[in-house]
């Protein structure tokens, strides 16, 4: 069976982070291992509490893992210090892993702010340029590009993203600016769930595609992006294509909002488990 890790950090209410990962890792035909960077107290209506697992720690959690059952693809999520994202992109390097998808946290669904500036440098700087694909959703992708200082003075615009050719162009300049492949999501107001990826296939050459969503009318999107991510992982592991990956991924996470969970009092969690056939669902 081929393996995946997850370095990410728990969510108590099971619907985003090492939860969905694992859930999601299980569900799309991989086994999966966790490296914890952070505990959190949440639900699906917001993060009231984080804390944070010291380097050593996810180091030594990482050491553990790698060493005895190999990874055939790695996740991040929500890593939110400098001092962990070294951590994770020296194991990388020490331990020559491939196959790396980098979701890079920095919002909560609820609004809520999970990285701090300084981390959002050491990510760009060590761990980007490492990545097989890495997949920000709008918000992040205009991080990404004000980190990278790519627009001029007078390119101002470049740093708002609101219609599917800027969303085309992020892409471009992000993979320019960092060298790995990227998928932008467009869950985020410039259309219902299109993404775009932009980078190198496995043969060198330049990819630039849509995958097209179709709209499902289901408010509850807790862990969307640490769902989507883990199911590339899990493909990518299992042997596909990056392209390959990215659009079972999007089967997987459509089948998962159609089964219409609802639970909670905010954005619910997403019914990973709705391929199971069981008595006891």
Same mark, same amino acid.
């Given at each position: 069976m081929k393996t995946a890790l997850t370095i990410a950090g728990s969510d108590s209410c099971g619907g985003a982070g090492i939860q969905a990962d694992i859930k999601t890792m299980t569900m799309n035909g991989v086994y999966a291992m966790s490296a914890v960077t952070a505990l959190t107290a949440q639900n699906t209506t917001g993060v009231t509490q984080i804390m944070e697992v010291t380097p050593d720690f996810l180091k030594a959690q990482l050491d553990a893992v790698i060493s005895d059952i190999f990874p055939n693809a790695v996740k991040t999520g929500m890593v939110a210090s400098s001092e962990l994202i070294k951590t994770i992109a020296q194991a990388v390097k020490t331990y020559s892993l491939k196959n790396l998808v980098v979701d890079p946290v920095m919002v909560a669904t609820s609004g809520s702010k999970l990285i701090s500036e300084e981390a959002i440098d050491t990510l760009k700087k060590e761990l980007l340029p490492l990545a097989t694909v890495i997949t920000p959703n709008i918000p992040e992708a205009e991080v990404l590009l004000e980190k %990278?200082?790519?627009?001029t003075e007078n390119d101002a615009r470049a740093l708002k993203i609101t219609t599917e050719f800027e969303m085309e162009e992020? %892409?471009?300049k992000i993979h320019e600016a960092f060298g790995c492949s990227v998928l932008v999501k467009g869950g985020h107001n410039v259309n219902d769930a299109s993404d775009f990826l932009y980078g +190198?296939?496995?043969?060198?050459e330049i990819v630039a595609k849509w995958f097209k969503g179709r709209r499902i009318n289901n408010p509850n999107t807790h862990g969307t992006g640490c769902t989507l991510s883990s199911a590339i992982a899990a493909n990518l592991a299992k042997g596909e294509s990056l392209e390959n990956a990215v659009e079972k991924a +999007?089967?997987?996470?459509s089948g998962a909002l159609e089964a219409?969970?609802?639970l909670g009092k905010g954005s619910g969690p997403l019914m990973h488990n709705y391929k199971l056939k069981s008595e006891n669902l």
């Amino acid at each position: 069976m081929k393996t995946a890790l997850t370095i990410a950090g728990s969510d108590s209410c099971g619907g985003a982070g090492i939860q969905a990962d694992i859930k999601t890792m299980t569900m799309n035909g991989v086994y999966a291992m966790s490296a914890v960077t952070a505990l959190t107290a949440q639900n699906t209506t917001g993060v009231t509490q984080i804390m944070e697992v010291t380097p050593d720690f996810l180091k030594a959690q990482l050491d553990a893992v790698i060493s005895d059952i190999f990874p055939n693809a790695v996740k991040t999520g929500m890593v939110a210090s400098s001092e962990l994202i070294k951590t994770i992109a020296q194991a990388v390097k020490t331990y020559s892993l491939k196959n790396l998808v980098v979701d890079p946290v920095m919002v909560a669904t609820s609004g809520s702010k999970l990285i701090s500036e300084e981390a959002i440098d050491t990510l760009k700087k060590e761990l980007l340029p490492l990545a097989t694909v890495i997949t920000p959703n709008i918000p992040e992708a205009e991080v990404l590009l004000e980190k %990278a200082k790519i627009p001029t003075e007078n390119d101002a615009r470049a740093l708002k993203i609101t219609t599917e050719f800027e969303m085309e162009e992020a %892409a471009r300049k992000i993979h320019e600016a960092f060298g790995c492949s990227v998928l932008v999501k467009g869950g985020h107001n410039v259309n219902d769930a299109s993404d775009f990826l932009y980078g +190198k296939n496995e043969n060198g050459e330049i990819v630039a595609k849509w995958f097209k969503g179709r709209r499902i009318n289901n408010p509850n999107t807790h862990g969307t992006g640490c769902t989507l991510s883990s199911a590339i992982a899990a493909n990518l592991a299992k042997g596909e294509s990056l392209e390959n990956a990215v659009e079972k991924a +999007k089967e997987y996470i459509s089948g998962a909002l159609e089964a219409m969970l609802d639970l909670g009092k905010g954005s619910g969690p997403l019914m990973h488990n709705y391929k199971l056939k069981s008595e006891n669902l």
